[in-house]
């Protein structure tokens, strides 16, 4: 009988067993039925009504128009009274850009007379040729002294416009002396705008040297605009080290100008709200102290402000009235044109001369005013010597025997007979009790120094008005009147005290 051999089994490999978990077969994966899955969506907020207010809600009143339009921050559609020297400046730089030339301008003028916004009303005037196609493209860059902490970082703002690199101070005076010294054919013209010159005076005037030296190069394409607020601040920092300086000098605002000034600036405003004789006698005012068109709108905005709560105070009809007006947040139902309609134009909510003086007794009788009205004579006739030696050297700066100087140089002129008899005199020591006044007078042409200085120099410093920099020697310190020096000669103009030294001229 024929047996099928059967198949022998292989005893010799060895088989890991297969865990069974390996063996079943995957499951899908299957989300629970009890837990449902939901897809979160962002919150969406519904802005309420009372969140919007419209422009036509702000500005509904005539007086909101004319504050708005009468602040210093406003940009003006064209510049009144400034046509001549707007003019002067244009052509100048179009010359220099078309011809490829460097060039330096010198603009000078006192605080608020327009320097810094003809120059750029200028600057835009030329970006809109350009991109005309009228004139060649040109680099513009702004270096405002004042926003910089040390003035050799106008080196570094300057590099940073031309080439989009921020290196140090160093670096990019090294990088700016080659720029301007080598040709270069795709090089652009370059117009820097240096406000507040008087800022950037070091101890051996390197910086504006610079910049004043840079332009007369050659290949450098540089065209600089330096505004500053002393018309000689080149030639007592600089020692005539400049040949080529081109003058536009900025005179004063007068009286007229001021008027057109506020006038076009309240064009368009419903209503009479400023009383023509109202502009008339603030412009009078300012043009006799400093012809500052800043001070001018500040006056009448005020003003306006003035105005329009003693126009709401006598149009209110009820308390509700009054604290609808007074809300914080618009209401849906009610609308500020029912409350200042556009024809308001009523005798106690208009600005008139008497609205102008309160204005103007505000803005002189803040605290720093009391308080400069109130110091004794010895500290205004210091104060009435650092301001001349400000707008003598053009330098905020003055070392303190410079002021002395300047002090008694004030006190030997000024139709002041409290200053020739108290201050210009020499101390009396022990045994000179029977020196006769004649003789006091006589020796004021001999005094050292003028007496209560010292004192008043610790006074005012403590005080915060002036900036001592104490030195091995006395006199050899530097001061630096830390306030405007147009808020000194506001304060002290009208004061007796005060006559003969300078303040009201």
């Not at 060649?136 to 003035?151: A, L, Q």
């Not at 004063?252 to 502009?279: C, F, N, W």
Request: net charge positive; charged share 25%.
């Amino acid at each position: 009988m024929a047996v099928t051999p059967r198949k022998k089994k292989v005893l010799g490999a060895v088989f890991t067993p297969k865990s069974r978990r390996s063996v079943v077969s995957p499951q899908k994966l299957i989300t629970p039925t009890h837990k449902r899955v939901s897809v979160k969506k962002p919150l969406e907020f519904t802005p309420l009504g009372t969140r919007f207010l419209s422009p036509s809600r702000v500005l509904s009143s005539p007086f909101q128009i004319a504050r708005a339009r009468l602040h210093v921050s406003s940009v003006p559609a064209t510049l009144p009274c400034r046509e001549q020297e707007f003019a002067t400046v244009y052509s100048h730089l179009v010359a220099a850009i078309s011809d490829g030339s460097g060039s330096c301008v010198y603009i000078s003028g006192t605080p608020g007379t327009g320097k810094t916004a003809t120059v750029r009303e200028v600057v835009s005037q030329l970006h809109a040729a350009a991109q005309d196609e009228e004139l060649d493209d040109f680099v513009f860059v702004e270096i405002n002294s004042m926003k910089v902490t040390d003035p050799h970082q106008s080196y570094s703002l300057l590099w940073e416009a031309l080439k989009g690199e921020r290196v140090s101070p160093s670096h990019a005076l090294d990088l700016l002396e080659r720029e301007f010294a080598n040709p270069n054919p795709r090089r652009k013209p370059c117009v820097v705008l240096m406000d507040e010159l008087d800022q950037l005076v070091t101890k051996n005037q390197s910086v504006m040297y610079n910049f004043f030296n840079w332009p007369g190069l050659r290949h450098s394409r540089l065209i600089v605009l330096a505004v500053a607020n002393t018309m000689d601040l080149p030639e007592r920092t600089l020692s005539n080290k400049i040949s080529s300086l081109t003058r536009i000098a900025f005179p004063g605002y007068t009286h007229d100008q001021l008027m057109k000034i506020i006038q076009s600036r309240l064009e368009g405003v419903p209503g009479t709200v400023v009383d023509p004789d109202a502009v008339q006698f603030a412009s009078r005012k300012v043009a006799a102290v400093s012809g500052d068109a800043r001070r001018a709108l500040d006056i009448c905005r005020r003003a306006v402000e003035i105005a329009e709560l003693e126009g709401l105070n006598n149009d209110s009809g009820d308390d509700d009235d009054d604290n609808d007006l007074f809300s914080s947040t618009p209401s849906k139902a009610g609308s500020r044109n029912d409350r200042y309609p556009l024809n308001f134009n009523k005798t106690s909510g208009k600005v008139t001369i008497n609205t102008i003086k309160q204005a103007i007794n505000e803005a002189t009788t803040s605290p720093l005013q009391q308080y400069l009205r109130s110091l004794p004579l010895s500290s205004k006739l210091l104060l009435a010597a650092i301001v001349a030696r400000i707008r003598r050297t053009g330098i905020s700066e003055s070392t303190l025997s410079d002021v002395i100087e300047e002090a008694k140089r004030i006190g030997k002129m000024a139709d002041n007979v409290p200053i020739q008899e108290y201050l210009l005199v020499e101390p009396l020591y022990s045994g000179q009790n029977n020196v006769t006044m004649k003789g006091l007078r006589n020796a004021t042409t001999q005094a050292a120094r003028v007496l209560g200085l010292s004192a008043a120099t610790v006074e005012l410093m403590d005080a915060g008005v002036i900036g001592v920099e104490s030195r091995k020697g006395e006199r050899t310190g530097r001061i630096r009147l830390n306030i405007g020096d147009e808020e000194v000669k506001l304060a002290l103009k009208d004061d007796l005290q005060s006559r003969g030294l300078g303040f009201s001229a």
